[in-house]
């Protein structure tokens, strides 16, 4: 009998979560071509096909949607042995800094498991936007940093790719308006650039309908229907859902965010940076 290999399930279930082979591309750091070899060869293990065209893209067999549970309770216990071992004897404390769609979408689990098996080391965690969080990793007031990337950087212990999205209200804008109204947050901001760019490109009007200078405030200007805002797919609930193809909106490039180490980062903030690499991944 042949073993079910991690790596093939977390791209098994990058794709489950991400809904497309191109987006799990992303997720694992692969090519499409590549996560389509890793696709295969699952199916070669199990014996069953796994996806089937599904419109324009695939979705899961029924063999596919009964190997999802279990998949991710093979990496539970996979990551649960891993942090057992790292953790027994450690101690401490870890500074955390990260953005605010990780600290809501993600990283609690995480952190969580890392508390479990690391019970004396003391975790302190911090939320801002990336540049405040850059410069204090930087000046040692965090171990560990996890920031939008926009160069690579010495200090990276791994690198998440996921793809951006324009979010809306689920109850759609509350007014229909010829520009495209946007939700963003203060300069400097990747996701500004990139939105305002892409617009430009595709000749789009748009015009700026809230600012913010947080995720909070620019969460409730979105959910009241003002705006769109583009962010990944981790900003997308509790009433935040992604725009449909009726906005006719322009393509948007891949975020890239960084799990950073200060200088004097200590063992366990290392192990956590490990962690935190692949699980967030699939989170």
């Not at 101690?91 to 605010?100: C, E, F, H």
């Not at 405040?132 to 560990?144: F, P, R």
């Not at 909106?249 to 063992?267: S, T």
Request: glycine share 10%; charged share 20%.
């Amino acid at each position: 009998m042949e073993t079910l290999d991690p790596d093939l399930l977390k791209t098994f279930l990058a794709f489950v979560d991400g809904g497309s082979l191109a987006r799990a591309a992303s997720t694992v750091g692969r090519t499409p071509s590549a996560v389509t070899a890793q696709m295969q060869r699952l199916e070669d293990i199990v014996g069953e096909p796994l996806l089937t065209p599904q419109g324009r893209g695939r979705g899961l067999t029924p063999a596919g949607e009964d190997l999802v549970g279990h998949a991710r309770r093979i990496l539970a216990v996979h990551t649960e042995a891993w942090l057992a071992l790292k953790g027994a004897r450690a101690g401490g404390r870890i500074a955390i800094g990260t953005t605010q769609d990780f600290a809501d979408h993600g990283l609690p689990g995480l952190l969580r498991a890392f508390a479990a098996s690391h019970p004396r080391v003391r975790i302190e965690l911090r939320v801002g936007r990336s540049l405040e969080l850059g410069s204090a990793l930087q000046a040692g007031q965090l171990d560990l940093a996890i920031t939008m990337r926009h160069t690579p950087s010495p200090d990276e212990a791994a690198v998440i790719s996921e793809p951006m999205l324009w979010l809306c209200s689920e109850k759609g804008p509350a007014a229909r308006q010829e520009s495209v109204p946007l939700a963003l947050l203060d300069p400097y901001c990747g996701f500004r650039e990139a939105a305002l760019n892409a617009l430009d490109a595709a000749g789009r009007r748009y015009r700026i309908a809230a600012g913010s200078a947080s995720l909070a405030g620019l969460r409730s200007a979105v959910n009241a229907g003002l705006a769109l805002t583009p962010r990944t797919r981790r900003f997308a609930h509790s009433g935040i859902v992604e725009a449909s193809a009726d906005f006719d909106l322009p393509p948007l490039p891949v975020a890239d965010f960084a799990i950073r180490l200060g200088r004097e980062a200590p063992r366990p903030a290392r192990d956590l940076a490990e962690l935190l690499g692949g699980g967030l991944a699939l989170s």
